[in-house]
């Protein structure tokens, strides 16, 4: 037996514990139901393995003379239909097709939500823990508490919540029975940026000459008649006076032979003689 301090788990956790198909599935309906973590959906999943669990071995034992097993049928299909999983009238084949969503679809912060309490499953969970939720008169904390069929009707706000009050900004506007949760859309992949294109230099187009019109004809232009090439004109030469050529003797004569001049004195010189 086990105490109140340490009580006894209530899930088991899955054989492997890094199976993405598995994850991928249990946060949809982490996102779909304002669950918390993996916890919930596994203490769900328990739950309802061991009713199948046990709806096998009694589909096992039908056949049988022993009037047990159709006493212990008989308690596990109003078991269920008191809560809410199945409807009247069902069987032992009805419990083996059963899946998650069902339990978690009979949560009281499911049924908070879709009966128009809050605006969203997150916010229900919210109000359910902060006490604003009441069942039959009795307000209750858990927000997995499973809601009976005949609770289903009579839950409601607590008589001491703010909440009663309609102009209370927490309600949502508009009170409306939701019939279905709000399906999670699958994410979708992030478009591919396009590839940028280079920038293309623009083609420099050749510059077009304008076609000159046809004028009038220019008149022809003649060679200018080029001058006649000068001729140099020679150098006027001074007329030279005439070399006295000199007759030499011949070889009887003698030449004659001049005077020697006197050296001329200075007058200066001969009057300082003098005055002496």
């Known amino acids: 037996m086990s105490s109140q301090k340490f009580p006894r788990k209530k899930y088991e956790t899955p054989l492997h514990p890094w199976k993405e198909s598995r994850i991928k599935s249990e946060r949809e309906l982490i996102k779909k139901y304002g669950l918390k973590n993996h916890k919930e959906v596994w203490k769900a999943k328990t739950y309802l393995g061991k009713h199948r669990e046990q709806a096998r071995e009694l ?8 009037p047990q097993v159709k006493k212990e049928s008989d308690q596990l299909l109003l078991h269920l239909t008191r809560i809410g999983i199945l409807p009247m009238g069902s069987s032992l084949d009805d419990v083996l097709a059963l899946d998650t969503e069902t ?3 009979r949560r009281l912060q499911t049924l908070v939500y879709l009966k128009g309490f809050s605006s969203t499953p997150y916010q229900a969970r919210q109000l359910i823990s902060h006490g604003h939720v009441a069942v039959k008169g009795k307000k209750i904390t858990v927000p ?11 839950i409601n706000y607590t008589i001491r919540s703010p909440l009663n009050e309609i102009s209370h900004p927490a309600r949502p506007k508009a009170e409306m029975y939701k019939s279905e949760m709000p399906v999670v859309p699958p994410k979708e992949k ?7 294109k280079p920038i293309e230099k623009p083609i420099e187009k050749p510059i077009e000459k304008p076609i000159e ?4 004809e220019a008149p022809k232009l003649e060679p200018a008649p080029q001058p006649a090439p000068v001729q140099p004109v020679p150098a006027q030469t001074t007329p030279q006076p005439p070399v006295e050529t000199k007759l030499e003797p011949s070889s009887g004569e003698k030449p004659q032979e001049k005077p020697a001049e006197k050296p001329k004195e200075h007058k200066k010189k001969e009057k300082k003689e003098e005055g002496s």
Do not use: F, I, R, T
Not at 59 to 66: E, F, H, Q, R, Y
Not at 190 to 196: A, S
Not at 213 to 216: A, F, L, Q, V, Y
């Open 144 to 154: 997995g508490y499973m809601v009976g069929k005949d609770e289903e009707g009579q």
């Open 59 to 66: 589909l096992a034992k039908v056949g049988g003379s022993n």
């Open 190 to 196: 992030p478009l591919e940026k396009p590839l940028e």
């Open 103 to 105: 339990v978690l679809s």
């Open 213 to 216: 019109k046809p004028g009038p």
